[in-house]
T-cell receptor
Framework: DAGVIQSPRHEVTEMGQEVTLRCKPI?????LFWYRQTMMRGLELLIY????????DSGMPEDRFSAKMPNASFSTLKIQPSEPRDSAVYFC??????????FGSGTRLTVV | GNSVTQMEGPVTLSEEAFLTINCTYTATGYPSLFWYVQYPGEGLQLLLK?????DKGSNKGFEATYRKETTSFHLEKGSVQVSDSAVYFC????????????FGTGTLLAVQP
């Protein structure tokens, strides 16, 4: 298994632009989580899905952030418009009830 | 709800020194407990886990014992290497029907040659 696949690995964009981060979870995993990691705030859970349905989006910082999971093998996290304070590493993770989380390698986002 | 507290870092050690990173938890019942490790530039990965009280999880020379009397799950290693330099996270399930994990704030370990 290739693990959780995130793309792109690095993204540099200008303030105001739309950014889309992508995640392919491990086949058979029914939970998907989006996290953000910064030096100041540490690891923050943004939103998670169970069987493609959003369960808890209380960690999404504001309306500029949105996430979708159209099917079991794909999810996106979109920021529109992006701001410099959104600069962070964004991780996707998938899991089942029986097994622990598997994290992707992350997307390092820089908004200039 | 369930919660976890781990010692703040950074922890700086010389190679071959003994490592302890403290983790205590508050939980309803006896949930599984986890340690995750994050190497530079990578995502978190599961290091070890314990599924019930008095269990000892172990991997790569690291150990942690699930102690319900002290509600602790301290991470230990007898002789650290430079390659162990990473951030270590203690975690436990939020509880209920969800598969959501609650992570500690992470402890940075720096091992010097």
């Amino acid at each position: 298994d290739a693990g959780v696949i995130q793309s792109p690995r690095h993204e540099v964009t200008e303030m105001g632009q739309e950014v889309t981060l992508r995640c392919k979870p491990i086949s058979g995993h029914d939970y998907l989580f989006w996290y953000r990691q910064t030096m100041m705030r540490g690891l923050e859970l943004l939103i998670y899905f169970n069987n493609n349905v959003p369960i808890d989006d209380s960690g999404m910082p504001e309306d500029r952030f949105s996430a979708k999971m159209p099917n079991a093998s794909f999810s996106t996290l979109k920021i529109q418009p992006s701001e410099p304070r959104d600069s962070a590493v964004y991780f996707c993770a998938s899991s089942t009830r029986r097994y622990g989380y598997t994290f992707g390698s992350g997307t390092r986002l820089t908004v200039v | 709800g369930n919660s976890v507290t781990q010692m703040e870092g950074p922890v700086t050690l010389s190679e071959e020194a003994f490592l302890t990173i403290n983790c205590t938890y508050t939980a309803t019942g006896y949930p599984s407990l986890f340690w995750y490790v994050q190497y530079p530039g990578e995502g978190l990965q599961l290091l070890l886990k314990a599924t019930k009280a008095d269990d000892k999880g172990s991997n790569k020379g690291f150990e942690a014992t699930y102690r319900k009397e002290t509600t602790s799950f301290h991470l230990e290693k007898g002789s650290v290497q430079v390659s162990d330099s990473a951030v270590y996270f203690c975690a436990l399930p939020q509880g209920g029907a969800t598969n959501k994990l609650i992570f500690g704030t992470g402890t940075l370990l720096a091992v010097q040659p």
